[in-house]
Each structure stands twice: as structure tokens, then as C-alpha cells.
């Protein structure tokens, strides 16, 4: 069957596309995850560019904090391909990540480009400024509406109290356990899910 | 005067499961239940309310897959025999429970509601579910949404702008099709949202999306009005904020409402009752015990235990009771509000469509009970987000924070657990296409490399949606998402390595074109 052939494609087109791969995503606020595959003749050369050397120069990844001035620091990474999930204390933050060999000189010799990740906010914004934009002097079904490239606000002044208007404590908010798509009721034990 | 207002919501959305290549497919099934179950239950409220004149306004989505699914003959005829085989199912379980005065007259009631779900299909919606929500939204009481061309969690590919432009702009170009109307607001899978994509939002002419909670609480500003005033990006698109109490009280697993011990129970199923033999014979596809959709059984206990026999006129009275309650406690919850713009607040209650008649049995019962005491009571009107807006145009400016309405209320629903199962294939492979467009984007369209293009186009966004990675990381069927998404992307490899070598096969472009068979429209332009 046409379809069964076409399956067997896949395996064709990934085993000729042994590249580096280095990819980290923001889980929550406070984790990141890290997922990376350095093939061994990649590695390989690598290692000789770097002239050799006993024991070889290891792998690891190079987390550089933005923006609180912390100095960056090193995860030596077990084996050339693998994924790992590094918790953080601070929420909202941004962090520059290399991946790449460990040079004698504390250096990293890349391996792939370095990523520049932003975990989502932990909290309400510390800024409370308030701007007020009126909708109603634009119509979405005018295409000016979509082709304005630059912010166009109007201002009022805040209405009497709007800054005493919510208190900090209750912008906070724990969200459900439960994904998408289904309830959180607990399924007997062995059970499963006809759909999603 | 009314105190502000309710904005219900649903979404209507399933995984591309259509298998044309197999006599019959076991997931296909979750699109025959989600008929029965969910959509043409809620077909029949809404004629009801029109019928009896009681005003009311939903906002509304329906993914493109799933209409992709729903317009489609060959689905269309095999839903005919799903019901079919229900139909036999239950009058076989009728006989088998002749003697039972618990269940006998469940099993009665379920090949009822088998026959009425076959004769609506046939007869109110002419086999095209998704038209006669059209004819909602052309009657004034839906407000369609769009969304995205195959359910793509968007945060994820926020680094490859070319995936987000073309997600969106294939969405909104199918719910046009779809609706016949330019949609004013998005429905954002997963309520996914990153700072920036309000932008391509904008760019596709939607003036509105909905976030989670956190997502207009923690925004770049604090809201004034916390989730119960829309927040406005500054290029002008609106963002809408989950009302958490709301969702506290639907889906909750302590206090939800569909967890009451009257209602039906979802997992005691009485297919894990049947011999596996019978059951085989049942249910083609079925490996081991597998749910049928006859479930005689109440919650009961929510913490386990005997269950016992469901009653059907106990649920439907509990429902009425429920919607009362969620309605009264909107009320109160507008009451104690502290206003803090001068905007009347309101809350937004964005549901999966799913949720009504499948998970939770008596759903469509209590959203009829909701909105019509909606349209009895005069502290709260019932209005869709575009309806707020264009009385309320003055919104506080700020951009919602990244976000999602999964687990953790972020992304790794979709990223840890699994989920991450070939995705770094699935970006690498978005690259090649975006390559692949700008070169072959420009000839005609009949053009054998042209389709080919094409195809892999849609082989590669059915490889981009949020289920696979979701049905991975729940464990609900991950074995079946896996073969699909390799699947997928192997078609696409198959196509973007033929185009390369300038020999593709036709006959398999045509297998491939059958297989995949999403947006026949597709502008293969929005991937440059």
C-alpha cells in the first residue's frame, strides 16, 4: 500500500540529516529545557580543532543570566545527545544559553549558535501605568486598522480610584491543574481515554 | 441596569484522525462520538432556544481540521454506520438485559438517542454539522472565531514567524470559507499566546483573542480590571482574560460541576464489561477492553467505591439545578467586584465544545438552563467579546504575558513528557518548506511540482498540530500520535526530497493528496 511505502520515508529522509541540534524552550516560568544532539564526527572535529588533548575538551552548556548581573555558569552535559530540564529561582527572566566544548581556557568552543530564551512572568507587572487606548476611533474592518505599524494610543487620565482599583495580592493566580480538552476527575486505575 | 456581562464561549476542535487507507479506523470514532455526543446536542439546544424565541449570543469556533473532517463524504457516510452499529449495539444490549429493571431502560433510552443523533445528522444537518453552525452565525446568535490552519500550539514556533503567519493566515482563510464571514476575533490554541503575536493577530484583520487568567494579570501593565476587562495590545487587538471561577466550577475535580454524584460517569463504560470477542466483533479496530459509549452507571462517589445505577431524570433536574447555581454565583461574583474602570467588567467562560455531552453527559442541558436564565435575569446580559467591544472600546493598553491554559500555565504541556517526540524534525522540516515556497509558490497551480509543494505544505501543518505532542504527554493515546506525526512528516520528506530531485511520482502526490486532504485553497504564499 502506497501509504505504508511513504512510512518508510521518514527513516530515509532523517538518517541522511545528522546535524547538530541544540534547541531550549521555556517550560514555566521557572524551568527551562534543553534538548541537544552533537553527532560524533561533528564531535569529532571538534575536539581535533581544538588540538586533541587527554581527556577531550567535555561537552556543556553555558547559562548566562540577563540582566541581574550574575556570572554564568556551566552544566557539563553527560553524553552528545540528550535533553534536561534546569529549575530556576526567578521567574520572568531572560538567559543566554551556549552549547559547545569546554576549553582549557574556560572558553566555550560552540557547537551550535547560542539561544536567548525568556521565561514568562511569575508575577503581576511591577508597572502600574495606565494608558488608555480607544478602540472605537479605529474599525478593525477598515485595512488602515491592520496596517498601522506603529502604536497609536490615545490617553485619558486615569478615572478617580482606578489606581487603588485591584490589590496586588489578588492578580494572583494559581492556574488549574488540568490541561486542555478534559476534566481533572480521576480515571479508574487501568482505564483509557477513548479521546483527547 | 445589568451589573456587566457573561461571555460564553466554545471551541470546537479535534486531531485530524481521517484514515481513508484503512476499511475502518478506530480513531475516527472520537469524531463519530464527538457528533453524537457533543455537536449535535448542541445543535438541538440552539433550535430549541431559537424556537422558543429566547435571545442569546455564543461565541464560537470551529477548528479547521475538524471541519476539514466534518465536510467530508467518506467521514459522513462512515459516521452513518458508526451510529448504525450503536443502534445494533444497544438493541443487543437490550436483549442481554431484558431481566435487569436498573438497566434495561438506559439501554432503551441509548438506542433512542442513537436513532434521533441518525435522523438528525440526516435529516436537520444533511450530513454537514459545520453548516448549520454557518447558519447560526447567519442568524445573529454565533459569533464565529478563527483560529489556526491545524490546532499548532503558536508559543512554539514564535522563533519561526513563517509557521505562525501561515498557521494563522490558512485559519482565517478557512473560516471565511467556513462562516462566509471575516471573523472579528481568534481562538488561540491552548489559549497559547507570546508578546508579539498580536501582531500577526492584527495582520489577519482579528481584533480580539482570549487568554488565560494569568495571561492579562501578569501583562505588561497591571490591569486595572483585572480579568474582567479586556486589556488592548497597542497595535489595538483586545485580549480577553479566562474568568477562573468559572473554570473552577466546570472543570474542577473537587468542586466541578460535572462530578456531582448524579450525573452520568464517563469512565464506567460498559465495554469493559463485554467479552473481548463480542466486543471485537462490536467495535472493528478495538485491541483489548475498549470503551463503547453505553455507560449505565452515576458518579456516585467522587472518591471511588460501588457505583450505582444512573438516573437520567435526576441528572437532567441536577443540571437545571446547576445552571441556576453558575448563573446566581456570576452574579454574586459581579456584586462583590470593586470597580476599578470605568467599563462595566465582564466575565469570560471559554469552554471546549467537547466538554458538552461527552465528558460531561448532561452539558448541553445545563448551557440550555444557563443562557435561558441568562435571558431572564437583568443583572447580567450575554454577549460575545466583539459585542463588548464595539460598546466598549476604551481599554486599558497593555500586552498579555506568554501563556497557555495547560497544566502549569505555560508550555510544557506540549514540550516535556515526551511531547517533544520528533518536533525538532517538525521545525527542521518548516525551514525546508519555507525554502521549498518561495520556489515553486509562483507556478500555475495545476503545475505537477506546484501540488506537490502544496502538499507538502498541508502534509507539514497536520505534522504542526498541538495534539500529537498533547496525546503523548497525557498518555491518552500516545502510541497513535506517534505514528501519525512521523507519518505526516514522512510524507512531507517524501514530497520536499521529490521536488528537490525533480521527480515527483504522481501517483503518489495523489495518495498523498487523499491522505492529507486539508485546504484545498491553500495559498502556498503564506509560507514565504
Redesign the interface.
Known sequence: MISDQLAGEFDAATAAEETVEFEVGALDPYRLRARWNAPADRLAAAQAALGGGTPPAPLALRFHHGGNGAPPYDVFLPAAAGERTFAFRRGGATYRVEFGLLRPDGAIHPLAGDITVATPPAAPSPRDDLLILDLGRRSVFDAAFVAVPKPCFVEYPAPPGAGVGIAPASLVCVPLAHGSGAPDFAAPPGSVAPWP | MALGYISLILHAH??YVRHP?HPQFF?E??LF??INECYLPLIEVFDRLLNDGVPFRLAFSLSPTLVAMLEDDLLQRRHMEHTARMIEIAEREIRRLHNDARFHPLAVGYRDFYRGAARAFETRCRRRVARVFREYAEAGVLEPLAGAATHAYLP?WKAHAPTVRAQLAVGAAEARLVWGA?P?GAWLP??GFYPGLECEL??????YFIV???GV???????????HAPI?C???V?AFARD?EC??QV???EE?Y??DPVYRD???DAG?EIEPALLAEWLPGAIGP??IGLRYYRVTD?R?GPKQPYRPAEAAARAAEHAEDFVRKRIAQLERR?????IPPIIVAPF?A??FG???FEGPRWLEGVIRRLADTSSLELATPGDY?ERH??????VP???S?????????W??GGA?YLQ??V??AAETLTALARDFRDLPLHALPARAARQAARSLMLAQAS?WP??I??G??PEFAKKTL??H???F??L??ALRAGAVDE??LR??EL?DAVFPELDLSVWT
Do not use: K
Not at chain 2, 492584527?202 to 481584533?207: E, F, I, S, T, V
Not at chain 2, 494579570?217 to 480579568?227: D, E, F, H, N, Q
Not at chain 2, 472600546?393 to 497593555?398: D, E, F, H, I, K
Open positions: 479535534l486531531p487507507e480513531e470514532r472520537w462520538e464527538a512554539l471575516v472579528r491552548e489559549c492584527a495582520a489577519r484583520g482579528l481584533r488565560e487568567s494569568h494579570l501578569r501583562a505588561s501593565s497591571r490591569p486595572r480590571g483585572g480579568v488592548a497597542p497595535n489595538g483586545a477562573p473554570s473552577q472543570w474542577s475535580a466541578g460535572p462530578g464517563f469512565h464506567a469493559h475498549a470503551p467522587r471511588g470593586v470597580p476599578a474602570l470605568e471546549d467537547e466538554l461527552h465528558w460531561w467591544l472600546p476604551r481599554l486599558q493598553c497593555a504575558a506568554e501563556s491554559w495547560g497544566r502549569g500555565g505555560a508550555h510544557a504541556v514540550m516535556e517533544d525538532p524534525r521545525r527542521a495534539d498533547f496525546l504527554h497525557t491518552a493515546a512521523r507519518d512528516l514522512a510524507r520528506h517524501y520536499a526530497t501517483r503518489r495518495a498523498i491522505l
